[in-house]
């Protein structure tokens, strides 16, 4: 309906679902928890996330590192969180990337940002299986994220000064800042995401994100929506963090955000089927046999989704 002139009643049918289905304040069902294990082997550096919600769950907060793959120092810490005190079933799950181990790509799918045809088909490419860390979601499709779109030496969709923008070097470390103000054009920069406004901005909650007064995080009341979220940001010491959750609106995803320790955060995608992040286990798999695990139980998506070609553009992080 969106793509055929019907976006105002979708807008407004979704705006009064969402709301009138607003999360428990009841314990999550445990059948949605990722499973916490520690390993004294591989001893964590990254200080566990504290609590909104007392008394906290069993592991909440607790940094797990995902399989490593062998020979490599890189890893993920993954850990979930309750980032809305009013609702204490809702649960984010986070994930956390040292930068100086992983190297980040941002790949096109089949049909955003563009139908062109693009070299990786939309999809992983085998070459950077043997070292896959993790993939996941990107923005909204170009039409609805007011921004723009760069890689592979094309610009599809011209980049907007002062949108949140997704900003990835010739080294593959992520930069996340105003498209003109903390981030812009470079001989360095090799791909861009663009997707709305930041949500965190040098280490605050940008005000106004229960209002959207205007209209910078999407259509209006999209951000009271309780749905599925998923936000992208950069810590102090420029890790990167990915969240995304179920029941979330745009003020708890940019606390769960500011909770994993994000300075600078942007929403990427929204709602069911669109919010996916996968970890890879090479000690279990061959790189043609991979198997994507979600950082929560309940993400819908296929769990080979971005090894086959996706209709959507999203993000993978291989090792260095």
Known sequence: MRDHGGAPVVNLAENVYYRLHAPADTAPDSRSLPVVTTDPSRPITVAPVAPLITPALAGEGVWTPTQAIPGHAASVLTTFIRPDPAHASVVAGIARFDQRTVSTRLIPGTREPSGLGWPEAGRVPAASRPTLLATF????????????????????????????????????????????????????????????????DHGQVVPGLDINGGGQWGSASNQLQYTWRSGLGVTAHNDLVYVGGAGLTLATLAAALTQAGAVTGMELDIHNQMVDMFTYDHTAHL??????????????????????????????????
């Open 287 to 320: 790189p043609a046999q991979l198997v994507g695990t979600p950082l929560l139980p309940t993400m819908p998506g296929p769990v080979d989704r971005y090894l086959q070609a996706d209709q959507r553009d999203f993000f993978a992080l291989t090792a260095r």
């Open 137 to 200: 979601n990107s923005g909204f499709k170009m039409k609805d994220a007011n921004g723009g779109f760069s890689a592979d030496g094309r610009t599809p969709v011209p980049l907007r000064d002062g949108a949140a923008s997704a900003v990835i070097d010739s080294s593959g470390v992520v930069h996340i800042g105003a498209w003109g103000r903390d981030v812009g054009a470079g001989p360095d920069v090799v791909a861009v995401r663009q997707n709305l406004d930041l949500i965190i």
